[in-house]
């Protein structure tokens, strides 16, 4: 750590990025350079691509005007990827097998991997880089979009997103590892910085022990970038396991990989100070037809500076939402004497608001010598979650014995949680024709909106569905929606079939996003009423020209378990050739039983069945005719009678399309 004592934090950077308009965020473009790389970007930030067969999907972060303040960070790399990216790349552990993400490598790193199927090479969609690989029955798309940056509120860093589908018939578990190749400007060995801690040698951070973000500088005596990464928010997804070491190291292992705590980043077989950052997510099952999304944050941090004797920098989210997954925020201070004398009992505090508070708000370091740095954390909670203001102002002040004071104000602005809502409507007319409801499947569409603050993250909206309704043939009842904006709606479709069901019927939309995020919307679904039918109806089909069939078709009658009626029709216009059972009485490829009707009586046929349990539309049975005269004359069903199983008289409606038609 001695090394590092001797550098100047006055000019540890600075981007004063509250005082500008983040309004340019959306002016992106994108090209192709000389080398096949796909860029995309805006006046801060720029996503580069590698598009070559070898280390396809690939990618590096560069600046373009990097931080509005400064004049020394333009076009410089924050992830390394010259000419092409390269030595960064993306890991999966699938059921005890290990990947890479892409296309394969003849370089070091994944050279000796596993590899899948680019089925997407990399491609603009939405202002997004989606690119994707397929490992057999497991599609992963890596999605890389510009964001805003935590710290700076301007959109100068890159959401790094992984959304893994379950597209076979079987569970599969599935785990994830990002590794970033950092490089600032000249340096590609910077230390990283998080919380109280400066790590500039192998360390392995648990979740449990992982801040809000981690910071880097290139150069803290001569600064040209100030790069950040995120691993809490509630725009990431907080890793299980964060690794930072050498890059020489984390290349030569896809998974697992040579790991020495307190050594010092050096390549691995190299002399060159090379740091890496590896970010872990455990294997979890994803069931058959289910995803899962994984999402990080890295480009450009923001830190207020005020030079000294004691020379001051304080860094902290520029926009803030406190509820039961973030219930603080952090603010770090970094302090460097840049005096030649000894600095004495030196303290640094925070001052809030009174709705705020931070524990150990005054923290004294005790003395300082020439060239010494602190790095000191608070965490910050308001006291009463239910009267935030909009935006606050806490300063942070040092003090000494024998030297100046200094201080830093810095604005940080309130924005309340994603806040979801939906309306469901039917998108078709659904109405009960001849005893069933038409169309079925029918469509429902939701348009869900979040009414709240900030934007949710790999948003899924799955439909829960009563008894009775079911999600039509290959429709997928969850279903992913990406990212949903405040104040942003989306229309979302499902295909529904229901099974002899009406009438009002409860059933939910269950919406879901990272960092536990769910909210259940219960609705109800109207449908016309089914009621119990028997109708007369011609058959379809090819017929000789002396050939007429009726089918007896019932609908609704579940409940039946006897039926009797009489079937008469013109005996001088038709002669009646024999009657066939219908499907109501057949079952599994197997006939059930079916009593013959009596036809003894010309012109009248005498029906008188048992029902199949539980068994609602069907044919009862085709009745075939000659015909004797060019018409066939009045057939209709007279004297119906019908009882459920506890005896009692069940309602069936009589309907004669025959005569409708006529």
Avoid: C
Wanted: without cysteine.
């Amino acid at each position: 750590m001695d090394k590092y004592k001797s550098i100047t934090l006055i000019t540890l950077l600075l981007i004063f990025s509250l005082s500008f308009n983040a309004a340019a965020q959306d002016n992106f473009f994108q090209n192709e350079d000389e080398h096949n790389n796909l860029r995309f970007g805006n006046e801060y930030i720029v996503i580069v691509v590698n598009q070559n067969e070898n280390s396809q999907g690939r990618f590096a972060v560069e600046t373009t005007g990097g931080a509005p303040a400064r004049e020394n960070d333009d076009n410089k790399p924050l992830v390394y990827g010259r000419p092409n990216p390269w030595t960064s790349y993306t890991s999966l552990w699938i059921n005890n097998q290990k990947y890479v993400f892409g296309g394969s490598t003849e370089r070091r790193a994944g050279d000796k991997a596993k590899y899948g199927e680019v089925i997407q090479e990399p491609t603009v969609e939405d202002n997004q880089l989606v690119t994707k690989t397929r490992f057999d029955d497991v599609v992963v798309e890596q999605i890389l979009k510009i964001v805003k940056s935590s710290t700076t509120g301007l959109a100068d860093s890159v959401q790094i997103q992984y959304r893994i589908i379950n597209e076979g018939d079987e569970q599969e578990k599935i785990g994830l590892r990002i590794m970033l190749d950092t490089m600032l400007g000249e340096n590609d060995g910077a230390p990283f910085r998080l919380g109280e801690d400066t790590i500039a040698a192998d360390k392995l951070y648990y979740d449990k022990q992982l801040d809000d973000f981690w910071q880097a500088f290139d150069s803290v005596s001569n600064p040209q970038v100030t790069s950040q990464g995120s691993f809490i928010g509630p725009d990431v997804s907080t890793p299980d396991r964060v690794y930072f070491s050498d890059w020489g190291s984390l290349a030569d292992g896809v998974w697992d990989f040579d790991f020495n705590p307190g050594q010092e980043f050096i390549r691995k077989g190299e002399y060159e100070i090379d740091s890496a950052v590896a970010m872990y997510w455990v294997p979890e099952i994803i069931e058959p037809g289910e995803s899962k999304t994984y999402i990080t944050k890295y480009g450009l941090g923001g830190i207020t500076i005020v030079p000294g004797i004691l020379s001051l920098g304080v860094t902290s989210p520029a926009e803030v939402t406190l509820d039961d997954n973030n219930q603080s925020f952090p603010v770090v201070a970094y302090l460097e004497n840049t005096s030649e004398i000894n600095a004495r009992n030196v303290s640094l505090n925070i001052e809030l608001p009174d709705n705020f508070r931070a524990d150990q708000a005054n923290r004294k370091l005790g003395d300082m010598a020439s060239g010494d740095i602190e790095q000191i954390t608070w965490n910050v909670s308001a006291k009463n979650r239910d009267n935030i203001p909009e935006a606050m102002t806490y300063r942070v002040i040092v003090d000494a014995d024998n030297t100046d004071s200094n201080e830093v104000e810095r604005r940080v602005k309130f924005l309340g949680p994603p806040e979801l809502n939906a309306n469901i409507t039917l998108m078709e007319d659904v109405q009960s024709v001849d005893g069933r409801l038409e169309p079925n499947p029918f469509r429902i569409q939701a348009e869900i909106n979040n009414s709240g603050e900030t934007s949710l993250y790999g948003v899924q909206a799955e439909l829960i569905l009563p008894p009775g309704l079911v999600a039509a043939s290959s429709e997928k009842s969850k279903k992913h929606l990406g990212m949903l904006r405040d104040g942003e709606n989306i229309n979302i479709n499902w295909a529904i079939e229901a099974l002899r069901v009406d009438g009002t019927l409860p059933f939910a939309l269950k919406v879901t996003g990272i960092n536990n995020y769910q909210k259940t919307i219960v609705e109800e679904i109207n449908l016309p009423q089914l009621r119990p039918l028997i109708l007369l109806k011609a058959t379809e089909g090819q017929r000789d020209e002396d050939y007429y069939a009726v089918d007896i078709i019932a609908a609704n009658i579940a409940e039946a378990e006897k039926i009797a009626f009489e079937l008469n029709y013109d005996n001088d216009n038709l002669l009646l050739t024999h009657i066939s059972r219908g499907d109501f009485f057949v079952g599994d490829n197997n006939l059930l039983p079916f009593n013959r009707p009596d036809k003894s009586e010309p012109g009248k046929i005498i029906f008188n069945q048992e029902f199949p349990f539980n068994k609602a539309n069907g044919v009862i049975a085709t009745i075939h005719f000659k015909l004797k005269k060019d018409s066939p004359g009045s057939i209709n069903i007279k004297d119906l009678e019908a009882v459920n199983g506890a005896g009692s008289p069940f309602e069936i409606e009589l309907r004669n399309i025959l005569e409708e038609e006529n």
